[in-house]
């Protein structure tokens, strides 16, 4: 410091301090060092006395005013011509208790597991979801049931309803499973959860038929991202009526749409249609577009600067928000225990027709 002191006048303070290796801030006489007692806060003379606190604590702790909150204390005493002391100081006195936190019983933080599932065969998981349709009456809705094959994207069963509840549904998955004869402990239905999903009749039913459930996280709604995107689809194709007149010209429309989504190339599956890899295709289909591309290759090789190409084919693995390039398997998900497991299924079914599908 004496040599910062006696530095010549024509060399800067930076460049001393930066010679020396000592911060700028060494220059300066040390703030911290006041005298302490100046930053002791003195009390103010506007504050309430020891006996009107005393006195305003006694009153909101009085039966007439315990279940009030401070601004409601206020208000009554200031309609009756009193006034203790404003609403932020009632706060301040409460606070000061440890009395200023709510009072009523409160729900505790729910935490919901992150579904991390994955597919390497159709049947393994299924996805579904309950989308509206509107008709040509205003505010009135048909109710389009879906159930989708994660690894295949196949409507396994569909179903169009006027309304949406768990009757229904357990009727469409009696139907859906036993249609495609699913062995017990070999599916995983993952769903959001909507009214009809979380039933317990609905829950009952899956467990009795050797089904586990899945459950999308609460306002998520990427959990259930490919029956989503599904809805999409059918609500964007060119021929969709956008309103239906009733039930049976919904269902007429879906007869006729659901087998050409079936043989439509899906951009999701590498332009393979969802009937090639329900059906055990791919391989045939690889050939025809590997032999394709070689022989395009051969005639016109310049437009493959990066050399010949390679067919594409569909992803072996189809994962629901997979963890680190490891997600949970059906088979993991599938082994543990099933507590609420009953052995005999519910007998209700629903009025309307389901369709499935069946390769």
Not at 307 to 322: D, E, L, Q, R, Y
Request: net charge positive.
């Amino acid at each position: 410091m004496k040599a910062l002191a006696q530095r010549p006048d024509f060399v800067p303070r930076t460049q001393a301090c930066a010679a020396l290796g000592v911060p700028r801030s060494r220059l300066y006489p040390d703030r911290r060092k006041r005298d302490r007692k100046a930053c002791i806060r003195q009390p103010q003379s506007r504050q309430l006395s020891p006996v009107e606190r005393a006195e305003a604590l006694t009153l909101m702790h009085s039966e007439r005013f315990c279940d009030q909150a401070p601004r409601q204390i206020y208000g009554n005493l200031l309609s009756e011509g009193t006034v203790v002391a404003s609403v932020s100081t009632l706060y301040r006195l409460l606070r000061g208790a440890g009395e200023a936190q709510e009072r009523r019983r409160q729900r505790p933080p729910q935490r919901h597991a992150v579904p991390r599932l994955e597919a390497t065969a159709p049947n393994q998981v299924w996805t579904w979801d309950i989308t509206k349709l509107p008709t040509l009456v205003t505010g009135v809705f048909l109710c389009l049931y879906v159930i989708l094959d994660l690894y295949s994207r196949f409507v396994v069963g569909w179903m169009v309803s006027r309304k949406e509840n768990a009757g229904l549904a357990r009727h469409l998955f009696k139907h859906t499973l036993a249609r495609h004869e699913i062995a017990p402990d070999t599916l995983i239905v993952h769903q959001d959860r909507g009214a009809p999903m979380t039933a317990h009749s609905f829950r009952e039913l899956l467990l009795s038929m050797g089904v586990d459930p899945s459950y999308s996280r609460p306002r998520v709604s990427n959990d259930n991202a490919f029956s989503e995107s599904h809805f999409k689809t059918i609500k964007y194709a060119p021929d969709y009526p956008g309103r239906f007149s009733d039930a049976d010209h919904a269902r007429e429309w879906f007869k006729a749409f659901i087998p050409s989504y079936h043989l439509r190339p899906h951009e999701g599956l590498a332009l393979y249609t969802p009937a090639d890899v329900r059906d055990g295709r791919i391989d045939a289909v690889w050939q025809v577009r590997q032999a394709a591309l070689d022989r395009h290759y051969s005639e016109h090789p310049e437009r493959y600067p990066k050399g010949p190409p390679v067919a594409k084919k569909p992803p072996a693995v189809v994962t629901i928000n997979p963890l680190d390039g490891h997600p949970t398997t059906a088979a993991d998900m599938l082994k543990r225990p099933s507590a609420f497991r009953s052995q005999t299924a519910p007998t209700e079914t629903g009025p309307p027709e389901v369709f499935t599908q069946k390769s």
